[in-house]
């Protein structure tokens, strides 16, 4: 059994690039990947990659391939607290979701192995061990504020277990099989939150009396968390960033034992919008969590259930986006006024009949989300194991065939 630098096992490194926004003669229409887009890569919804012209010349450097392995290398803001490194496997799955040929863009690296020495996918669990372990913090560079991974650094210091490719297989398709599950669980998730969204539209378009005009303030309360990273313990609970919501906890999520009011507090199936930077409205499935500043926890009035708060705040996004990107300020953000814009919601009379059917479909995406964290876990617990030698693929198995 050996071990080798990441060097002596990849054969072709590049950076990308962001194209051009102009259609040219000598120039192709491609999709473009960025480390924000890889969680929705992985699970299908690949309509928010941006579309660039790339010239011809250059797209034949940069074109994703089958077996390729994306690295995010720049662009995470370490005052936000996110980091590099982050991976993303291009497999035929992946890039049969586009209609486009795909590049990486210029804050990530194609990287090519040596498939004679190590399965492609393999090597990427090997990336994905460095991260989850926090590894790959050795090989940042955070003076400026902003994340750089030291690519060159990483290839010479960062070191591979090859086991026999035989072996290599074996690891990868109990890995995989985990990883299938979890993207099953991610697709019914987005299917539930897809059908009681347009069981609500289908409603309004039915019976629009059925439905009135609200201040979104008055559907639901929104407290806004508090700077909990500040003086943070390093234990207890997870504190909730913007990071946390969009791709959850990470190398740099923070983590304090204080003891906070229980309006601070995320508990699975509460409503999160994050009103500044990032705005997005979730739904958090993850042990209980300590909420930061910039992010409303959104409590429904009266008997509004928590569906319908959700969907009313996801009725605002598109406006409250436009909002903060006409802000000049290094970080967009809505006011509390925005808060008082009405939206429609279901009388009390149609909540009455919605209600057995939204529920249902609320609570079904939030058991897929919250086996996909159990599947998670597991992964982490097995992925440093089985990558180190420490545990036997047979062992490993007996395991993941108990949760899979």
Not at 219 to 239: L, P, Q
Not at 329 to 335: L, N
Request: proline residues 5%.
């Amino acid at each position: 059994m050996s071990e080798h630098p990441f060097r002596d096992l990849v054969v072709f490194a590049r950076g990308g690039g962001w194209g051009s926004d102009t259609p040219l003669d000598d120039h192709d229409q491609v999709s473009v990947i960025r480390g924000t887009d890889f969680a929705s890569v992985r699970t299908g919804r690949v309509n928010a990659v941006p579309r660039r012209w790339e010239k011809r010349s250059k797209l034949a450097q940069r074109v994703l391939r089958p077996g390729d392995v994306v690295l995010e290398i720049s662009g995470g803001s370490a005052a936000r607290g996110q980091t590099t490194g982050r991976t993303l496997f291009i497999g035929e799955k992946v890039l049969s979701s586009f209609a486009d040929p795909v590049i990486p863009a210029s804050f990530c690296r194609v990287v090519r192995f040596d498939t004679t020495r190590v399965e492609p996918r393999y090597a990427y669990y090997g990336l994905q061990d460095m991260y989850h372990s926090g590894r790959a913090g050795a090989y940042e560079n955070q003076s400026t504020g902003i994340s750089n991974f030291q690519f060159e650094r990483f290839l010479d210091a960062e070191r591979l277990r090859v086991p026999p490719l035989a072996e290599q297989q074996r690891i990868i398709a109990l890995l995989s099989s985990i990883d299938d599950k979890i993207s099953v669980n991610d697709q019914i998730a987005t299917t539930a939150d897809t059908l009681r969204s347009a069981l609500l539209q289908a409603a309004h378009q039915r019976r629009p009396d059925d439905f009135v005009a609200q201040p979104l303030s008055q559907v639901a309360e929104f407290v806004n968390g508090r700077a909990f990273t500040k003086d943070a313990t390093g234990k207890g609970r997870m504190v909730v960033r913007i990071a946390e919501i969009n791709s959850g906890p990470g190398p740099s999520t923070v983590y304090n034992d204080i003891t906070v009011d229980e309006k601070h507090l995320a508990r699975a199936g509460d409503v999160l919008f994050s009103w500044s930077g990032s705005l997005a409205v979730a739904r958090w499935f993850r042990p209980e969590a300590i909420i930061n500043q910039h992010i409303f926890k959104v409590i429904p009035r009266g008997d509004n259930p928590k569906w319908l708060a959700f969907e009313a705040v996801k009725s605002k996004i598109a406006d409250y986006r436009a909002i903060a990107a006409d802000k000049a300020t290094t970080m967009g953000h809505i006011q509390r006024r925005h808060l008082d814009e009405e939206v429609w919601v279901p009388a009390r009379s149609a909540v009455e009949y919605l209600d057995p059917q939204a529920e249902g479909l609320w609570q079904r995406a939030l058991v897929a989300e919250q086996e996909s964290l159990t599947l998670l876990e597991l992964r982490h617990r097995l992925l440093p194991e089985l990558m180190s030698g420490r545990l036997r693929v047979r062992d490993a198995e007996k395991v993941a065939e108990e949760a899979v």
